[in-house]
């Protein structure tokens, strides 16, 4: 006699509009804290109440932010913990119009025989301007944990006034150590950062940006830029000296407005 295992799920509908709440939907797991501050940015924090993130969950958070300038981050790192059968799904749809939006979620942490999808679908217009910053951290190293096996997908779309400016598509099954330790991927670094910009408020801000001094014998970072947008690319041995550096960037261009979150 087989036994139904129960899932999680979550959803978060969540709209500012001139910086005012407009509307305001959150079921299941998925909640949200909007946290007074004295930034430039409404502050908006995702919480999954579940605790992380196992086959068969499935969330969705649809985000819409019109002519307001928003700072989105989540209380703390997302947990994507082993599983079998149908992956778990996080879909995230993001629309901003004349606004200035600040993506910034903790790190996703992949744990052996993770088994998940993650999509983000974003469109902006000419008039915003973004900073999104993704963190991904192949097991905790600090606790000799180690990710040899598993699924793990991750695709983004960002679109600039219905047209396509930037795609990522990342996709490990199976044998996940050994594109981690083979010298031309990853060469025995556990955590990845990216970092993508676009709109003027921000770009005009990387001309001075000397990427050489966030960079150790522990972190390496590359920075390009193209069409109105930067990449920044960092991979660390562990997420500690990764989040060290990715603060220090984010603190270049954002200046005292980046989350609570982030240094608690």
Do not use: M, V
């Given at each position: 006699m087989s036994n139904l295992i129960q899932k999680s799920f979550g959803e978060i509908d969540i709209e500012f509009n001139k910086n005012s709440l407009s509307k305001f939907y959150q079921k299941g797991a998925s909640k949200a804290l909007l946290p007074n501050?004295?930034?430039e940015y409404e502050e908006l924090v995702l919480i999954n109440t579940s605790g992380g993130i196992t086959s068969g969950d499935e969330y969705l958070y649809k985000l819409?932010?019109?002519d307001s300038r928003v700072s989105i981050s989540t209380q703390a790192a997302e947990k994507i913990y082993s599983g079998l059968g149908k992956c778990a799904n996080l879909n995230i749809d993001i629309n901003i119009v004349k606004s200035d939006v600040l993506w910034l979620p903790q790190e996703i942490i992949l744990f052996n025989n993770c088994n998940f999808a993650r999509r983000i679908n974003l469109n902006l217009d000419i008039f915003s301007n973004l900073v999104m910053c993704e963190t991904t951290i192949f097991g905790r190293t600090s606790m000799q944990e180690t990710v040899e096996r598993g699924y793990f997908s991750d695709l983004w779309k960002i679109n600039l006034d219905e047209k396509i400016?930037?795609?990522?598509a990342i996709n490990f099954s199976g044998d996940i150590k050994e594109a981690l330790t083979n010298k031309t991927n990853l060469n025995d670094k556990y955590a990845v950062n990216t970092i993508l910009i676009t709109g003027k408020e921000f770009i005009n801000k990387a001309e001075l940006l000397d990427i050489n001094k966030y960079e150790n014998k522990n972190v390496?970072?590359?920075?390009?830029?193209w069409d109105n947008?930067?990449?920044?690319?960092?991979?660390?041995?562990?997420?500690?000296?990764l989040k060290f550096a990715i603060i220090?960037?984010?603190?270049?261009?954002?200046?005292?407005?980046?989350?609570n979150v982030w240094n608690s």
């Open positions: 501050n004295y930034r819409n932010l019109i400016i930037h795609a990522e390496k970072i590359a920075i390009s830029q947008k930067i990449l920044i690319r960092s991979i660390g041995k562990n997420s500690y000296y220090k960037i984010l603190t270049y261009f954002l200046g005292d407005n980046l989350p």
